[in-house]
T-cell receptor, first 109, second 114 residues
């Protein structure tokens, strides 16, 4: 079993919809949980991070961590065409950082 | 078979020295990247090359210079190393940066400047 699993998509949703992006993981020792957004021809940029179970909100974005189920989610409210990108989850343990493969998201105008 | 490899894995050196980190990918990808992992474990992009052409050059000191002899290799040379350069540096590759393809990461090189 891979340490971090993420559905590659692509995921297409209409503008204004709520988007849910998910990752599952197997290592209960993971410490930080992060979401990166990557636009075409750009490197990933850090969107949000958290280190505990629960929700963390930042504008239209909510990151959710459920350590008991080993499951993290990123919700995007009122999705915009400019949200179209690849979203990668990432987790750290000690000095290792493990990335999911990324989910390609298309917001349809 | 290792997809993205970096050498060395560990590098301990004195301040003021010049050092290089090498990266090689055997995936046939067109795009390669260098990232620096900060103290909170977050990755920040430094450079990206697509088919040996520099396409991303974030704000990093000009002591850092990437070199891509061919599309399978992207080396990072650092001049006049400083204490703040101590970090883990990750190399990555993807098929095509223009389509936001999945990036495959190397194991990282831990650099410690004394």
């Amino acid at each position: 079993q891979k340490e971090v699993e993420q559905d590659p998509g692509p995921l297409s949703v209409p503008e204004g919809a709520i988007v849910s992006l998910n990752c599952t993981y197997s290592n209960s020792a993971f410490q930080y949980f992060m979401w990166y957004r990557q636009y075409s021809r750009k490197g990933p940029e850090l969107l949000m991070y958290t280190y505990s179970s629960g929700n963390k909100e930042d504008g239209r974005f909510t990151a959710q961590v459920d350590k008991s189920s080993k499951y993290i989610s990123l919700f995007i409210r009122d999705s915009q065409p400019s949200d179209s990108a690849t979203y990668l989850c990432a987790m750290t343990v000690d000095d290792k950082i493990i990335f999911g493969k990324g989910t390609r998201l298309h917001i349809l105008p | 078979d290792t997809a993205v490899s970096q050498t060395p894995k560990y590098l301990v050196t004195q301040m003021g020295n010049d050092k290089s980190i090498k990266c090689e990918q055997n995936l046939g990808h067109d795009t390669m990247y260098w990232y620096k992992q900060d103290s909170k474990k977050f990755l920040k992009i430094m450079f990206s090359y697509n088919n040996k052409e520099l396409i991303i050059n974030e704000t990093v000191p000009n002591r850092f210079s990437p070199k891509s002899p061919d599309k399978a290799h992207l080396n990072l040379h650092i001049n006049s190393l400083e204490l703040g350069d101590s970090a883990v540096y990750f190399c990555a590759s993807s098929q095509d940066a223009s389509r936001g393809e999945t990036q495959y990461f190397g194991p990282g090189t831990r650099l410690l400047v004394l």
